[in-house]
């Protein structure tokens, strides 16, 4: 499987795990999900291997954003249609190598991930 690295070209955390992965020398795909849509298949894949709650940013501008009826009762079914709907409810970077899945960009998990 191709690595792939989910999120969108703007965000500045996204621009920093491209740059380690080109700095790295790791083939990877970039996949914008600002300009390509996102398939629900995915978003149950990284639900089922690591559960939503690691993929769902609770802490983003977008959640806070949010009526407080939208934010309350959240499980996994309430996320999928919330993260589908809006993709910035998803933590990003995402770093899929086909093994593992990493949220977020630290220079050290993506080396665990990437063998680099």
Known sequence: ????????KAC?????????LDDKGVEHRFFDYR????DPKT???WF??????QVFN?????????PDADKTGLDAKKARAMILAETNL???????????LVFGFKPDAYSAATGK
């Open 48 to 53: 089922a291997r690591a559960g939503w709650e």
């Open 35 to 38: 300009v390509e849509r996102l």
């Open 90 to 100: 998803i933590k990003r970077p995402v770093l899929d190598t086909g093994d593992r």
């Open 58 to 66: 609770c802490g983003s501008t977008s959640f806070r954003e949010l």
């Open 43 to 45: 978003v149950d894949d």
């Open 12 to 20: 500045d955390t996204v621009k920093k795990a491209r740059k380690w």
């Open 1 to 8: 499987m191709t690595t792939t690295l989910y999120g969108f």
